[in-house]
């Protein structure tokens, strides 16, 4: 699901199970989980409160990319390195993530 608003809010949050995320959370605004703890949701004061409650720290577009990058770099040199019998019984390589 994409959102239409166009303006986004970008965080690394460590993700703390049960609460992170409530039903009330997700009815008030888009939210997406990216490799590297890295958290993308509209921004709107909703999601900064959110953002605040769970101790997560603000990243510009480009520096939350950069973690996503790294992240998803480094899986797709571990699935490069498998074997060609892990290779097959996994689900694929990695693919590359662009935020939005």
């Not at 166009?6 to 703390?16: E, K, M, P, Q």
């Not at 997700?26 to 900064?48: A, H, L, M, T, Y």
Request: net charge negative.
């Amino acid at each position: 699901m994409a959102t239409d608003k166009g303006f986004f809010n970008y965080c690394v949050a460590t993700n703390t199970g049960k609460g992170f995320i409530t039903h009330t959370d997700s009815r008030k605004f888009w939210i997406s989980g990216q490799p590297g703890n890295v958290w993308v949701c509209d921004d709107i004061p909703e999601s900064r409160d959110w953002v605040a409650r769970n101790s997560g720290t603000v990243k510009t577009k480009a520096q939350a990319q950069a973690i996503v990058t790294t992240e998803v770099t480094n899986a797709q040199n571990a699935w490069d390195a498998l074997s060609d019998e892990e290779k097959a019984a996994s689900s694929g390589r990695p693919g590359d993530i662009t935020l939005p």
